[in-house]
């Protein structure tokens, strides 16, 4: 592997950790305000982490 791909890679898996990482944020967030609410938030950051991830792979598939 050339020093261009592992610095791409690199940056592909520390974007992809600081997305999913705001978006646990922002729904620990949502859910202290709105506990009630937390099923559909957790629904709904769990599919967003999975697109982020997703988008990742094929990042890293690319590189």
């Known amino acids: 592997m050339e020093i261009p791909a592992i ?5 592909v898996v520390i974007g ?5 990482g ?3 944020k ?3 967030e ?3 305000r709105q506990p009630d609410a937390s099923a559909k ?8 982490a999975a697109l982020i991830e997703g988008i990742g792979f094929a990042a890293l598939f690319a590189v």
């Open 22 to 24: 705001s978006i646990g």
């Open 7 to 11: 610095v791409g890679a690199g940056l």
């Open 41 to 48: 938030i957790q629904t709904a950051m769990l599919i967003v």
């Open 16 to 20: 992809v950790g600081i997305g999913i």
């Open 26 to 28: 922002g729904a620990m």
């Open 30 to 32: 949502a859910i202290g």
